[in-house]
């Protein structure tokens, strides 16, 4: 193995330091302490991961934590009217409304409907219009986090070659624009990608956000390439479950420059990522300076 690995789980811990700083001061200072609220309807195996964790990060960093979990038979109407509520909460300067959420729920409807100040998974459609057009937004947490690193890493971006493969909202899409925000050449792949081991061969900065268990093999890595891994998927191997990257770890890590882990990749630092949107919403908020380093 030849590739530095970048330790997300780190760097995350790093990006919480100075979220917990800085919510030190907002409360020694102004008095004020940022909130946020996660809403899970229903039961979904990685939202269930996701919130567990997220719910103890967001209290050792000092801030408030609002845990709404609602039935799987939970109503729109219902719904709206918690998120109305959590929109004009001023204890409240984040909500996250866990996704997938159960099919009689239109998702865009419920995303749209939160303000967008508050919208700190950034998938607000006023904040995807922000964002694609340069404007200061709420900036998606993964991408977000997987910027920082890639800036950690490589200092400046501009003029590499960038290939995301997968075109998610969530991911894949503001990726791409927060790669062309700092001046690289970006293709988005996807399935339908004709001859994706070639496109993905010509890339600086390789980000897979596919969901697909190690579908990107070493061979589709250019020597001395980035090489960010997005996905989490589980998998049975010799009779365990196994935490596995949408890249085939063993074999990329062979040529790439460096390479993101699963787990202890991007993971982690989404989870530090909003937390440091909850603290950007809230100084916001309140008309203070926004802190430095943890915005795209
Ligand atoms: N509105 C919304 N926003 C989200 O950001 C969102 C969501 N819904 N729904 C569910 C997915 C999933 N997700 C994860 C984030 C971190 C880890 C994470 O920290 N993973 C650890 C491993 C945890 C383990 O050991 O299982 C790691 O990669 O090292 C996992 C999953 C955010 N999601």
Not at 6 to 34: C, N, S, Y
Request: charged share 20%; hydrophobic share 45%.
């Amino acid at each position: 193995m030849s590739a530095t690995i970048i330790d997300g789980k780190a760097f995350a811990a790093g990006v919480r330091a100075q979220v917990a700083e800085q919510v030190a001061r907002l409360k020694e200072v102004h008095g004020i302490t940022p909130g946020l609220a996660v809403v899970l309807v229903g039961e979904d195996p990685a939202s269930e991961v996701y919130v567990r964790n997220k719910g103890k990060q967001t209290v050792e960093v000092g801030m408030n934590s609002f845990e709404h979990k609602l039935p799987a038979e939970t109503s729109e109407e219902e719904l709206l009217a918690l998120i109305d509520r959590l929109n004009k909460s001023p204890a409240v300067h984040g909500i996250l409304v866990q996704l997938p959420l159960p099919g009689h729920l239109n998702s865009d409807l419920v995303i749209n409907s939160i303000d967008p100040a508050k919208d700190v998974d950034g998938f607000h459609i006023s904040n995807v219009g922000l964002l694609g057009t340069g404007q200061k937004a709420m900036v998606p947490c993964t991408p977000l986090g997987c910027l920082m690193m890639l800036r950690d890493h490589l200092g400046s971006l501009s003029g590499l070659n960038a290939v995301v493969v997968g075109r998610s909202n969530i991911v894949g899409k503001p990726m791409a624009q927060l790669l062309l925000g700092d001046s690289c050449t970006v293709t988005i792949a996807h399935s339908r990608t004709k001859d994706l081991a070639a496109v993905c061969r010509g890339a600086d900065i390789l980000v897979a956000a596919v969901g697909r268990p190690e579908m990107i093999p070493g061979d589709w890595v250019k020597p001395g390439a980035t090489v960010i891994d997005v996905g989490i998927n589980r998998i049975e191997r010799d009779g365990k479950t196994k935490l596995v990257g949408d890249v085939d770890f063993a074999s990329a890590a062979a040529v790439a420059g460096a390479i993101t882990p699963v787990p202890g990749g991007v993971g982690p630092m989404t989870i530090a990522c909003l937390l440091a949107n909850t603290l950007t919403a809230c100084c916001r908020a309140n008309g203070l300076p926004e802190p430095e380093g943890l915005t795209a």
